[in-house]
T-cell receptor, first 113, second 115 residues
Framework: DAGVIQSPRHEVTEMGQEVTLRCKPI?????LFWYRQTMMRGLELLIY????????DSGMPEDRFSAKMPNASFSTLKIQPSEPRDSAVYFC???????????FGQGTRLTVV | GESVGLHLPTLSVQEGDNSIINCAYS??????FIWYKQESGKGPQFIID?????DKRQGQRVTVLLNKTVKHLSLQIAATQPGDSAVYFC??????????????FGDGTTLTVKP
């Protein structure tokens, strides 16, 4: 397996624009996680899914953020409208079940100007 | 004053020495713990894990110790190499509650290995 695949690797956008980050988890993994990493707050869990169902979205900053998992092999994180404070590295991760480690993608570095 | 971000603990060691990275976790109900290594420009990568029914687990050059009494986790790296330079995160999971599967990450420790 190629691991968790995220796209794009880098995204630069203007404030107010919609941004969509994409993730393909490892095949067979039941859990999918979206994290955000910044110097200010470290690694924060935004939302996670189990078998495509959102379980905990308490980490989503505000209504501008939304995430979907339409099937077991694809998830999106959308920010609309984007703001400069959303600039961060966004990681997607997946795990086989609740008692195993998570495998992280390479991340998407988002810059909102 | 203005916040400049997290002040990550740092550890600087000489190549060949042993390293010990410490982590205090918060949830006494956590039953699964993981150490991750994050190199610059990459996502965190699994190193070793331990379940709450154990107090020690060894891997290749790494050992994790768990002290549930004081909610403390440590990662020991033997014969540290320049390639070990990275940020190290501990993560805790409480798999018996409604948020099973979710990891809570610590702030991280930056390890620098001097040649």
């Amino acid at each position: 397996d190629a691991g968790v695949i995220q796209s794009p690797r880098h995204e630069v956008t203007e404030m107010g624009q919609e941004v969509t980050l994409r993730c393909k988890p490892i095949s067979g993994h039941d859990y999918l996680f979206w994290y955000r990493q910044t110097m200010m707050r470290g690694l924060e869990l935004l939302i996670y899914f189990n078998n495509n169902v959102p379980i905990d979205d308490s980490g989503m900053p505000e209504d501008r953020f939304s995430a979907k998992m339409p099937n077991a092999s694809f998830s999106t994180l959308k920010i609309q409208p984007s703001e400069p404070r959303d600039s961060a590295v966004y990681f997607c991760a997946s795990s086989f079940n609740q008692g195993t480690e998570a495998f992280f993608g390479q991340g998407t570095r988002l810059t909102v100007v | 004053g203005e916040s400049v971000g997290l002040h990550l603990p740092t550890l600087s060691v000489q190549e060949g020495d042993n390293s010990i990275i410490n982590c205090a976790y918060s949830n006494s109900a956590s039953d699964y713990f993981i150490w991750y290594k994050q190199e610059s420009g990459k996502g965190p990568q699994f190193i070793i894990d331990i379940r709450s029914n154990m107090d020690k687990r060894q891997g290749q050059r790494v050992t994790v110790l768990l002290n549930k009494t004081v909610k403390h986790l440590s990662l020991q790296i033997a014969a540290t190499q320049p390639g070990d330079s990275a940020v190290y995160f501990c993560a805790e999971n409480d798999n018996l509650n409604t948020n099973a599967g979710k990891s809570t990450f610590g702030d991280g420790t930056t390890l620098t290995v001097k040649p």
